[in-house]
Nanobody, 127 residues
Framework: QVHLVESGGGMVQAGGSLRLSCAASGRTFGNYAMGWFRQAPGKEREFVTAINWSGADTFYADSVKGRFTISRDNAKNTLYLQMNSLKPEDTAVYYC????????????????????WGQGTQVTVSS
């Protein structure tokens, strides 16, 4: 059983920054790729970014590239998402998720590839 808890969401004005965290337990965190997804009201959940088990490889959605940075601290079992230059269209509930394949060499944007999810944290960006 894997337990993921997101934190760090909140309200911010356009152009501002937030840093999300995802604390993981129940699985050797450093062995697995992780991802961030988001879901806005009335929309489907969408991929934001992912990172491989070591942190050496990352992948971003075009909509956040250059503004968001994913990172991980395997010693602290924590995943991060630094969000800069936020836009109103970034408003959503943000979820972290874990890939069940240990030491996978490929990271994926499809949500079906991830087996455990956090409860989400709300990010609201005002114009």
């Amino acid at each position: 059983q894997v337990h993921l808890v997101e934190s760090g969401g909140g309200m911010v004005q356009a152009g501002g920054s937030l840093r999300l965290s995802c604390a993981a337990s129940g699985r050797t965190f450093g062995n697995y790729a992780m991802g961030w997804f988001r879901q806005a009201p009335g929309k489907e959940r969408e991929f934001v970014t992912a990172i491989n088990w070591s942190g050496a490889d990352t992948f971003y959605a075009d909509s956040v590239k250059g503004r968001f940075t994913i990172s991980r601290d395997n010693a602290k079992n924590t995943l991060y998402l630094q969000m800069n230059s936020l836009k109103p269209e970034d408003t959503a509930v943000y979820y972290c998720a874990v890939d069940p394949r240990r030491w996978a060499t490929t990271i994926y944007r499809e949500s079906s590839r991830y087996d455990y999810w956090g409860q989400g944290t709300q990010v609201t960006v005002s114009s």
